[in-house]
């Protein structure tokens, strides 16, 4: 698996990286279970976040 490191989004001059085994194992294991509905949202992560240690 190759991926590609972009700033900004402009791919104008992206850098690709060959990933070691293990992180491409991880990048589809949260593929996987992202598509099962394992995983929350940013943005849901962020208020849980926000509720349970900010409020305090």
């Excluded at 991926?3 to 900004?8: D, L, N, Q, R, S």
């Excluded at 293990?22 to 996987?32: F, G, R, S, T, Y």
């Amino acid at each position: 698996m190759r991926i590609a490191y972009a700033v900004f989004e402009n791919y104008e001059g992206a850098k690709e990286y060959d990933l070691p085994e293990v992180a491409e194992k991880l990048i589809l294991q949260a593929l996987e279970e992202s598509e099962e509905g394992l995983i929350k949202p940013h943005n849901e992560v962020m208020a849980e976040f926000k509720k349970n240690r900010l409020s305090k």
